[in-house]
């Protein structure tokens, strides 16, 4: 309840970030992996905010679906989606809980900057979701916060400082009002190369690396960025 109800603060906000909107760019990463998704494959968003990748991938002639905790996410993408003439099964749900959709219905999926938004277990279960709802064969596209980040070295230090919680291993929690994130009174975990392939285990991983790049100069030297990790579901499942 807690995270639908800052959901639908945050997408009913007149000052949501310009990089959210349901009309801005894509993430690069999210690019270049629908170049290797089939021409014309249901693809299935998960944690789609306010639409603009379903929005992106629609354009280009992908079937679109996809789920948010906010209900206005859900509503925003669909009416973004209808101004352009591409239809949207979109649904509001809980992505830690079993998802509205049978086994093996999507012929993709993607997430950015939402998987990692739990405690590590219901991280798993999410990923199980997806697992479960993907057709054999299918495509997998995730980012995770690296543990090898200024972001993660200041989170470690507020830690100490008693500013902010970290209720298990790598997974945080800033309770402060004037938090300088929209989202972060969520829990955001944390991922080493280790634990993502834990995570992972059910997949074939096609592809891994750290995104990385160097903070801006007023943050001092250090690199920010995540994970992203490309993965199939075995085509041998059933």
């Not at 310009?18 to 170049?35: G, H, I, M, Y």
Request: contains cysteine; aromatic residues 10%; glycine residues 8%.
């Amino acid at each position: 309840m807690t995270q639908r109800l800052g959901w639908e603060r945050i997408w009913n906000s007149e000052n949501v970030p310009k990089r959210f909107d349901s009309f801005s760019a894509p993430n690069n990463t999210l690019v270049e992996w629908a170049d290797t998704v089939p021409p014309g494959a249901l693809v299935f968003d998960l944690g789609c905010g306010m639409g603009r990748h379903s929005v992106y991938l629609g354009q280009r002639g992908f079937k679109v679906a996809g789920s948010d905790i906010s209900p206005t996410g859900i509503e925003r993408s669909i009416e973004a989606c209808a101004k352009l003439g591409i239809s949207f099964d979109g649904k509001a749900c809980d992505m830690t809980s079993a998802l509205p959709w049978p086994d093996s219905t999507f012929d993709a999926a993607f997430s950015t900057s939402t998987i990692h938004h739990a405690m590590r277990a219901n991280v798993q279960r999410a990923i199980d979701e997806v697992w479960r709802t993907l057709k054999p064969g299918g495509l997998f596209m995730a980012d995770f916060p690296s543990t090898h980040t200024l972001d993660y070295d200041d989170l470690r230090a507020n830690v100490a400082a008693g500013v902010q919680l970290e209720p298990e291993p790598n997974t945080f929690v800033d309770e402060r009002p004037d938090s300088r994130d929209i989202d972060g009174y969520l829990p955001h975990h944390f991922c080493d190369e280790a634990d993502l392939r834990d995570l992972m285990s059910k997949f074939t991983i096609l592809r891994m690396w750290e995104a990385l790049h160097d903070a801006r100069p007023q943050r001092g030297p250090g690199v920010v960025g995540k994970w992203v990790v490309w993965a199939r579901k075995d085509s041998s499942v059933g």
